[in-house]
């Protein structure tokens, strides 16, 4: 059977090389939940590596989001040395159908996937709060929630939580 990724990829010799050093962890998240700082913090250990590009989203299946070429995936860890930590962050496989399989396929069911959840309530204010700063948003919190409840409305995090934890079995 051809597996999910060799049906995705041609693998050149280059990216087969590259492929020494590849993630041992992926930082997967909800929007607003401190993955940028978290990633942020890890960039500055001594011992972990994580490429200088946040969120390659090589894993996501809408390609359109991320890096398409394996050879600039794997090149991302090419300089990862000896690191005991080796990881990448795109929240946005959190919410991707195909990214558990993908990486699964890639990367082995061994991979860490730490996926990073914040209380709702907390969540929804942060995006209101982005909102506000970037002039989409003119309501005060409250009224907003109110007239627009449905677009801070999260109906598919439990379906999505599911296929990470089905996946990797964690």
């Not at 009224?143 to 677009?151: I, L, N, S």
């Amino acid at each position: 059977a051809v597996s999910c990724v060799q049906r995705f990829f041609t693998f050149t010799a280059d990216s087969r090389s590259a492929r020494m050093t590849l993630p041992n962890f992926i930082i997967v998240g909800a929007l607003k939940c401190g993955t940028t700082a978290v990633y942020s913090y890890l960039r500055s250990h001594p011992e972990a590596f994580l490429p200088s590009r946040k969120e390659p989203n090589f894993f996501c299946s809408n390609r359109y989001y991320g890096l398409e070429n394996p050879d600039e995936y794997y090149g991302l860890f090419r300089r990862a040395g000896n690191a005991k930590a080796v990881g990448e962050a795109s929240p946005r496989y959190f919410g991707d159908p195909g990214a558990p399989l993908l990486i699964r396929d890639a990367l082995g069911a061994d991979i860490k996937i730490l996926i990073f959840l914040r209380n709702p309530v907390d969540t929804v204010y942060s995006m209101w709060g982005q909102m506000v700063q970037s002039g989409l948003e003119g309501l005060p919190f409250e009224m907003a929630y109110v007239t627009g409840q449905t677009r801070f409305e999260d109906r598919d995090f439990i379906r999505r939580f599911g296929r990470w934890r089905y996946m990797f079995d964690y």
